[in-house]
């Protein structure tokens, strides 16, 4: 949002002392004719003429506020490049009706794996699309990770992230909200001309098992042909 601000600025004239004249008197004293005449007094030196007075200062222009700290847009249609990194996944598929429970149990499905066996995730857990129709998905969740953990099940395995260039956008709220952050993704492409792969990943930033979901922030790549 953009804030206009109006300063008004005082202004005082200044007003200039009038100067005070004063005048010399002299006086010479008459002597008799048969005196000798007297010495002519030195005449009285002139009185300084008083200073001018100083002009009336100037009133202070009150300062400006400080501006207020400019809010920095998050990225939208921002170019990137996603770097690979070794992650654990899950494989799993879900309706539109519960799609953001599905994801959310795939994620603790991995976290209790990792957990159990001691390992640290290096990285924000991803969603990776791999189709969608009407009505629902096929998913890759994942969790980057330095070393491979044991015991995986038949639809876990180890595996590379997404890799390439891709467009950045970021989503702030529930996931029921999505739909406005895609219907504008597509508008971008639209207008821009750009042409995407068959793939979207979403990077939550913030913790999904501990975040309440109006309060998720997730960052969108769209990868490019």
């Known amino acids: ?6 300063i008004r600025l005082a202004m ?3 007003v200039p002392a009038a100067a005070i004249s004063l005048g010399i008197a002299t006086a010479l004293a008459e002597s008799p004719a048969a005196t000798p005449p007297a010495a002519t007094p030195a005449p009285a030196a002139s009185p300084a003429a008083a200073p001018a007075k100083p002009p009336a200062a100037a009133a202070e ?4 506020p400080a501006a207020a700290p400019v809010q920095t847009a998050d990225p939208f249609g921002e170019e990137t490049t996603l770097t690979p990194k070794a992650v654990v996944v899950l494989k799993g598929s ?3 009706d519960s799609a953001f429970e599905t994801l959310i149990d795939s994620f603790r499905t991995l976290s209790a794996l990792l957990d159990k066996q001691g390992i640290k995730s290096t990285g924000n857990p991803l969603i990776v699309y791999t189709s ?6 096929t998913y890759l969740a994942e ?4 070393q491979d953990p044991k015991n995986l099940t038949k639809d876990m395995s180890m595996s590379k992230s997404p890799d390439g260039k891709a467009l950045k956008f970021v989503h702030r709220g529930s996931y029921d909200n999505m739909d406005n952050t ?11 001309k750009l042409e995407a792969k068959d793939t979207f990943i979403e990077e939550y930033i913030t913790d999904p098992l501990k975040t309440a979901e109006d309060k998720l922030v997730i960052n969108v790549y769209v990868p490019l042909k």
């Open 12 to 14: 005082v004239a200044l």
């Open 182 to 192: 895609y219907e504008a993704i597509t508008n971008h492409l639209d207008d821009k």
């Open 94 to 96: 879900a309706n539109w």
């Open 1 to 6: 949002m953009n804030c206009f601000r109006s």
């Open 132 to 137: 969608t129709d009407d009505t629902g998905f």
């Open 143 to 146: 969790i980057p990770v330095d």
């Open 61 to 64: 222009t009150p300062a400006a």
